[in-house]
Structure formats: structure tokens, C-alpha cells
């Protein structure tokens, strides 16, 4: 069993940052691939990144590219996502979860994502 717990999120306004992060506890959390994702309201929920174990690796949806970046911290068992020049369309829902041993190559549909946790809120005013 893995547990995630997710925080950071809030009410900002378009082009500022925002660093969420993921607390990663339970068994072997560091053999997992660790995705983030957002469901934004009336909308399909999307794969916005995801970092593999031991390698780090990191993959990124197009909407992602150039502005999120993943990271993770296995001695703290911590998960971040580090979130610039936010835009309206970034508010959602963000959640992360966990896949077992790595990021997928179907990661951003999240049908592999084993464990998930409960969301934080992000909000993006123009």
C-alpha cells in the first residue's frame, strides 16, 4: 500500500508560481513512478508530468513543457511539481499518483496509476 498526500495549491494570479507537493509513505514508495494530474471542472482529467524511481526521468505533457517542472526527493519521500508562469487554464484539481516501478509508456492516461491521493486545488485568475 501506498498513501499520497497532496498540498501547495491555492488562489494565484496568471504568470505567478505555485510548488506543489506530494508526501509519498507506505511500502517501497521509492519504486515508484510518481505522476501529477489535473481534472479541471466539466473537463477529462490529464497527465501533466510524471518522474520515474531511481533515475529520475521525467515526462511532461505539451501544456507542461517549459513551464512545470518535476522533481523528487526519496530520502524525504517527497514529490514536487514546481508550477511558473501559470495560466487561467492551469486551474484544476491536482492530483498525484502512484505507478508501480515507473512511468508508463501511457503514463498521462493514468489507467496504470495504482494509488492515488486525495487532490489539491489550484486556482489561476487572469
Known amino acids: 500500500q501506498v498513501q499520497l498526500v497532496e498540498s501547495g495549491g491555492g488562489l494565484v494570479h496568471a504568470g505567478s508560481s505555485l510548488r506543489l507537493s506530494c508526501v509519498v509513505s507506505g511500502s517501497s514508495p521509492d519504486s515508484f513512478g510518481i505522476g501529477w494530474f489535473r481534472r479541471a471542472s466539466g473537463k477529462e482529467r490529464e497527465g501533466v508530468s510524471c518522474i520515474n524511481p531511481n533515475d529520475g526521468t521525467a515526462y511532461y505533457a505539451d501544456s507542461a513543457k517549459g513551464r512545470f517542472t518535476i522533481s523528487r526527493d526519496d530520502a524525504k519521500n517527497m514529490v514536487y511539481l514546481q508550477m511558473n508562469s501559470l495560466k487561467p487554464e492551469d486551474t484544476g484539481v491536482y492530483y498525484c499518483?502512484?505507478?508501480?516501478?515507473?512511468?508508463?509508456?501511457?503514463?498521462?492516461?493514468?489507467?496504470?496509476?495504482?494509488?492515488w491521493g486525495q487532490g489539491t486545488q489550484v486556482t489561476v485568475s487572469s
Open positions: 499518483a502512484a505507478e508501480r516501478l515507473s512511468c508508463g509508456r501511457t503514463w498521462s492516461r493514468g489507467l496504470r496509476m495504482e494509488y
